[in-house]
């Protein structure tokens, strides 16, 4: 099926350990981004990209990196993992022209202790 | 800055009910607004995008107008379901800038 496909769905950290957080689409989208959903905080978007070698900061980057070696894959690499990571994180891709619509993957729901 | 606001928080009516979901948005320049479904512990699930130039959407049961000059968009949801709960969010994608802003969305109960 078409889509956004995030792995893994659950994961835990140790203070200081990384990680990347992989998503893949399948909808030749230009555009691809990182959001953190947290309690009272709603949706915020950490990293963006309009396209495969460009990628731009959004709202809330620090302790985060992002490359777009690809069309298709748009990794989120934690450092230096936190607490303050701890959250819900959703890949979303949408064609990148001002009608399009946002299509969202399942979540990852990381946990840093 | 754009800030969005669902009202209300949260909502619980008995099945078969109609009901009215809103979102305001406080800058109109926008590209367009899309409403989500999200399911406890599960992803965003795109509901209704609708465009700009456009007054309303409709799929199915739910249908969503959108008022822009007054920054206001409501889902419409008819005969409502069990199956409807859910929260619902609101987003819109800003001119000029690669993100949504959403708002905190509502938790909709429909009580057999």
């Known amino acids: 099926n078409a889509g956004v496909t995030q792995t893994p769905k659950f994961q835990v950290l140790k203070t200081g350990q990384s990680m990347t957080l992989q998503c893949a689409q399948d909808m030749n989208h230009e555009y691809m981004s990182w959001y953190r959903q947290d309690p009272g905080m709603g949706l915020r978007l950490i990293h963006y990209s309009v396209g495969a070698g460009i990628t731009d900061q959004g709202e809330v980057p620090n302790g985060y990196n992002v490359s777009r070696s690809t069309t298709e894959d748009f990794p989120l690499r934690l450092l230096s993992a936190a607490p303050s990571q701890t959250s819900v994180y959703f890949c979303a891709s949408s064609w990148n022209d001002r009608g399009g619509g946002y299509t969202f993957g399942s979540g990852t729901r990381l946990t840093v202790v | 800055k754009q800030e969005v606001t669902q009202i209300p928080a949260a909502l619980s009516v008995p099945e078969g009910e109609n009901l009215v979901l809103n979102c305001s948005f406080t800058?109109?320049?926008?590209?367009?607004l899309q409403w989500f479904r999200q399911d406890p512990g599960k992803g965003l699930t795109s509901l209704l995008l609708i465009q700009s130039s456009q007054r309303e959407q409709t799929s199915g049961r739910l249908n969503a107008s959108l008022d822009k000059s007054s920054g206001r968009s409501t889902l419409y949801i008819a005969a409502s379901q069990p199956g409807d709960s859910a929260t619902y969010l609101c987003?819109?994608?800003?001119?000029?800038?690669?993100?949504?802003?959403f708002g905190q969305g509502t938790r909709l109960t429909i009580n057999p």
């Open positions: 987003a819109v994608r800003l001119q000029g800038a690669q993100k949504l802003v």
């Open positions: 800058d109109s320049a926008i590209y367009n």
